[in-house]
């Protein structure tokens, strides 16, 4: 019985090993790339919101402006989700019968104000290479300062009398720089 289990033990080692073996050696080759316009220092934080994009075209100013456009696409989608979720929250903390209305509406008044300032988005990063079939290739970072589009929000709201009823800009505010902070 043990001559059993001994023999079992080793075939188990065996194709553990070889399975171990055979992973590392599909990554054999594998070169680590350095994109430009990435790391921490171009992620979001608790004071913007940031947003990568890459652009690729035989024209110059086409790969930039796809860059430019992907990453305030990729920004209007990290703002809408961070609100969404900061809206859902600020409701059912503000008050328990929040109107599904007024809920609808601020989103709405809030993606409105999102996609004006995404016209006014900071560059923070912008690269651009020649790539060895002589196109190129841009790398884009844009920036949006939260504490601006948080005042660009109450401003909104401040102006809307059905919204401005419903609405609590300390409990927003908090939740806002909770929401920023994660």
Do not use: H, W
Not at 105 to 118: G, I, P, S, T, Y
């Amino acid at each position: 019985m043990k001559k059993i289990l001994v023999i079992a033990l080793a075939g188990l080692c065996l194709v553990g090993c070889k399975s171990k073996k055979a992973t590392s050696e599909a990554y054999k080759g594998d070169v680590e790339v350095n994109v430009p316009c990435t790391g921490k220092e171009y992620q979001s934080d608790k004071k913007a919101f940031r947003a990568f994009g890459e652009g690729y075209s035989t024209d110059m100013t086409i790969a930039r402006n796809k860059a430019l456009t992907n990453a305030r696409a990729e920004l209007a989608t990290q703002i809408g989700a961070t609100i969404k979720r900061m809206t859902d929250n600020y409701a059912s903390s503000y008050q328990q019968g929040i109107e599904e209305e007024a809920k609808s509406r601020f989103q709405d008044m809030v993606r409105n104000v999102v996609d004006q300032k995404l016209s006014g988005t900071i560059v923070v990063c912008d690269k651009l290479m020649r790539t060895q079939d002589n196109k190129f290739r841009a790398y884009v970072v844009v920036e949006l300062n939260g504490d601006d589009l948080l005042e660009d929000i109450a401003n909104k709201v401040s102006n809307d009398d059905k919204l401005r009823i419903d609405y609590e800009y300390e409990k927003f505010k908090k939740e806002f720089e909770k929401e920023m902070g994660k």
